[in-house]
C-alpha cells in the first residue's frame, strides 16, 4: 500500500533561517505528490505539488522537488518568517486501481520565532 | 466558485447522542473523502465516496460510523452513540472525477463529546 513518512516535529526555528522537513514515501505506481499547509483552528491548503519525477513545485517561497530514486520530497524554505508557523503535510495520490484517495503523513508543526 | 463547506464548525454532544456532520463539495467535484484528526497525529482516512456509491470505507470504524454521499445534497458522515473518544476534527476533502489531481479541503468539524 501507499504510505508517507515525515520527520517528527516540532520543528523550531528563528526567523530567517532555512527550513528543510523530510518527506519520503511508498508508493504503487507513479505517485503525485503534495505538500499541504494547516493553520491553527483551519482547514489543509494545499502548498504546492508535482506530478512527475524530477519536477519541481513552488509556491510562497517554499519549494520541494520529486526525487524518484530516493522517493522524497522534502520541502525547503531559504529563509522562514513567523507567519510560516504551521503544521506541514506530505501527501501522495496514485491512481492505482482508479482509486485517487491522498495518503498523508503524520504533520510537522512549524514553530518560528521572532 | 465556493470552496468546500463543512457545517457546523463546532458540534458539542453528549455521550450516547448521534453527530451528523455535514460536506458539501467544490461545484463539479464528484469524489468526497472523510478524515479524522485528533490532537497531535495526522490525518486518518475514513471514508471514500462518489456520488451514491461508497468506493473505499476501509478507514471507518466498523460500528457506529456511517457516511453517504446522496445524489442530491451534502455528504454525511453520521456518528451514533458519540463517546468521548470520538472527539476530533472531522475533515471533507473533494476532488474532480478525473486524474489524480490534489483534494480541496474544508475547514473541517470539530466535535466534542462531554
Known amino acids: 500500500g501507499n504510505s508517507v513518512t515525515q520527520m517528527e516535529g516540532p520543528v523550531t526555528l528563528s526567523e530567517e533561517a532555512f527550513l528543510t522537513i523530510n518527506c519520503t514515501y511508498t508508493?504503487?505506481?507513479?505517485?503525485?505528490l503534495f505538500w499541504y499547509v494547516q493553520y491553527p483552528g483551519e482547514g489543509l491548503q494545499l502548498l504546492l505539488k508535482a506530478t512527475k519525477a524530477d519536477d519541481k513545485g513552488s509556491n510562497k517561497g517554499f519549494e520541494a522537488t520529486y526525487r524518484k530514486e530516493t522517493t522524497s520530497f522534502h520541502l525547503e524554505k531559504g529563509s522562514v518568517q513567523v507567519s510560516d508557523s504551521a503544521v506541514y503535510f506530505c501527501?501522495?495520490?496514485?491512481?492505482?486501481?482508479?482509486?485517487?484517495?491522498?495518503?498523508f503523513g503524520r504533520g510537522t508543526s512549524l514553530i518560528v520565532h521572532p | 466558485n465556493a470552496g468546500v463547506m463543512q457545517n457546523p464548525r463546532h458540534l458539542v454532544r453528549r455521550r450516547g447522542q448521534e453527530a451528523r456532520l455535514r460536506c458539501s463539495p467544490m461545484k463539479g467535484h464528484s469524489h468526497v473523502y472523510w478524515y479524522r484528526q485528533l490532537p497531535e497525529e495526522g490525518l486518518k482516512f475514513m471514508v471514500y465516496l462518489q456520488k451514491e456509491n461508497i468506493i473505499d470505507e476501509s478507514g471507518m470504524p466498523k460500528e457506529r460510523f456511517s457516511a453517504e454521499f446522496p445524489k442530491e445534497g451534502p455528504s454525511i458522515l453520521r456518528i451514533q452513540q458519540v463517546v468521548r473518544g470520538d472527539s476530533a476534527a472531522y475533515f471533507c476533502?473533494?476532488?474532480?472525477?478525473?486524474?489524480?489531481?490534489?483534494?480541496?479541503f474544508g475547514q473541517g468539524t470539530r466535535l466534542t463529546v462531554v
Open positions: 501527501a501522495l495520490t496514485t491512481g492505482s486501481g482508479g482509486s485517487y484517495i491522498p495518503t
Open positions: 508508493a504503487t505506481g507513479y505517485p503525485s
Open positions: 476533502a473533494s476532488s474532480p472525477s478525473y486524474s489524480d489531481t490534489e483534494a480541496f
